[in-house]
């Protein structure tokens, strides 16, 4: 069964900083690999995916991430972070499983911009 | 292009009851995915429908069901109802007929159960 681990419960970075988010997967084969975003009391927004191809892969509102195999890793980076970007950020994974394919979310990172 | 939608928003209930949530899924999506988020966790599957039929299931008991409609809408119905329950119930769609689609998501239905 796939696992996503996100290490940072909750970051804290300066307004015009940049940023790097966590996540490690556990998936015997390729996965799907998402960057979600949470507003409080609201749903998810897709930031990004990664489904194959150039492992550098551009999401809205800025953000990239970087799918590297050998580290089992896609984090999220942005390089200069507005206060907009408060929110609560989840990694998922997609895996096939018996012919559909199931996603497993993070537990999230909580992130906080100081002016 | 009309996104996922949920209703109601908020609702309260009390233990024992039953409750229904419903979902319309994005335009063109055939697949929906239900998800509960409880506070300060990532989102849990609780079970997919595609075709009117459940076809995956997370760990949950039997007092979460569901239901797909022709027009590809979805309920989840959870009977019995346990404070443990009370969380945000996420919906997600998507068309798992090409394979691999990707998850869209609602803006989600918070359930408080006293």
């Known amino acids: 069964a796939q696992s996503v681990t996100q290490p940072d419960i909750h970051i804290t970075v300066s307004e015009g900083a940049s940023l790097e988010l966590r996540c490690n997967y556990s998936y015997g084969a390729t996965p799907y690999l998402f960057w979600y975003v949470q507003s409080p009391g609201q749903g998810l927004q897709l930031l990004l995916k990664y489904f194959s191809g150039d492992t550098l892969v551009q999401g809205i509102k800025g953000f990239e991430a970087e799918f590297k195999r050998s580290q089992s890793s896609f984090n999220l980076r942005k390089p200069s972070v507005h206060w907009s970007d408060a929110a609560e950020y989840f990694c998922?994974?997609?895996?096939?499983?018996?012919?559909?394919?199931?996603?497993?979310f993070g537990t999230g990172t909580k992130l906080q911009v100081i002016p | 292009d009309a996104g996922v939608t949920q209703s109601p928003t908020h609702l309260i209930k009390t233990r024992g009851q039953q409750v229904t949530l419903r979902c319309s899924p994005k335009s063109g999506h055939d697949t929906v995915s239900w998800y509960q988020q409880a506070l300060g966790q990532g989102p849990q599957f609780i079970f997919q429908y595609y075709e009117e039929e459940e076809r995956q299931r997370g760990n949950f008991p039997d007092r979460f069901s569901g239901h797909q409609f022709p027009n590809y809408s979805s309920e989840l119905n959870v009977n019995a109802l346990l404070l443990g329950d009370s969380a945000l119930y996420l919906c997600?769609?998507?068309?798992?007929?090409?394979?691999?689609?990707?998850?869209?998501f609602g803006p989600g239905t918070r359930l408080l159960v006293l």
């Open positions: 997600a769609s998507s068309l798992e007929s090409r394979g691999g689609g990707t998850q869209y």
């Open positions: 998922a994974v997609g895996a096939w499983s018996g012919g559909y394919q199931k996603v497993t």
